[in-house]
């Protein structure tokens, strides 16, 4: 008589060799995954790269943005193009970078204002620069700029801070977006002096407002701030990094010129959704240092007084943490909240 059958459940010698087991499955899986990736990255880009920009046209952000992204479609074959996404102190822009797939074709350009600053004012925002985002990219550095408009009576920041200790609130500052507000509040807190501030959906408003004599000055980047130094109306009252700028030889630093200690410099960097495969993070990265090394983005971005710096995404980790921490300590002794 013939043994039984065996149960379905139970497994035999001959089922092992036909049928893998799950975990032989998942392992197979894997090292697919770890092939695919690769080669993937190895094709990118294969159609049009998209980089979110989340201010206004005519900015320093996009102004670099645009500079980097031509140069990048001549390395990589395939159209870049530049997605304005201005409005809600850049909020906007960034948080549809984050919300974007993680496939390398949606990056962001950025500077500290996005990724420093608006996580430590705004409690609920809904992005998180560290959590979110994955660096690729130190693109540049710059100065700012202290400007008043010519109907105002300083021609020197110590005559600006005498103007507004003798009428505090008086005087009122555009503010583009939090990096302007947070020079403006730092500037405040170390010169024990009260300047309103009128927000502008970007730097490149703020400055037009300026000018037009809508409000009275503004700290803003020298890109930025390019066109309120060729317009005539609004008087250079000093540059905020410790040391003088070139392009500006003979305007003093606000250190110097009665504000020891101030230093503020805006850094611009690019970054990608976090998730991003790590072999198109690094494909990303070595494109844009091989754009910021061609001579001919290097004279555009230097010309509007930028110093390249053409930093590794592991450097560009090291200012985001440190301005963070440094603008934190601002906010939490100044109280500053915005309301979203």
Known sequence: ?????????????????????????????????????????????????????????????????????????????????????PGAAMIIGAEAAARSAADGYTLLVAHDGTMAMNPVVYPNLAYHSQRDFEPLALIASIPEVVLVHEQVAARSIAELMALARAKPGTLNHASGGTATLLALELFKAMAGVDITSVPFRGGAPAVTATIAGETQMIIADLATANPGLQSGRLRTLAVT??????????????????????????????????????????????????????????AKLEALSMEVRAGSREEMRTPLAGDMAKWGRLVADRNIRIAQ
């Open 241 to 298: 990094t410790r040391t003088r700028v070139p392009r500006l030889p003979d305007i003093p630093t606000v250190h110097e010129a009665g504000l020891p200690g101030y230093d503020v410099a805006t850094w611009t960097g690019a970054f990608a959704p976090s998730g991003t495969p790590k072999a198109v993070v690094e494909r990303i990265e070595a494109g844009i240092r091989k754009a910021l090394g061609a001579a001919k983005v290097r």
């Open 1 to 85: 008589m013939p043994a039984p059958p065996e149960p379905a459940s139970a497994t035999t010698g001959r089922d092992c060799r036909q049928r893998p087991s799950w975990a032989a499955l998942a392992w197979g899986a894997f090292a697919a995954c770890l092939l695919v990736a690769p080669a993937a990255a190895q094709g990118y880009p294969e159609r049009t790269v998209r980089i979110i920009v989340p201010t206004a046209p005519g900015g320093s952000i996009d102004t670099t943005a645009r500079v980097v992204a031509l140069r990048l479609a001549e390395i990589w074959g395939k159209p870049v193009v530049i997605d304005n996404r």
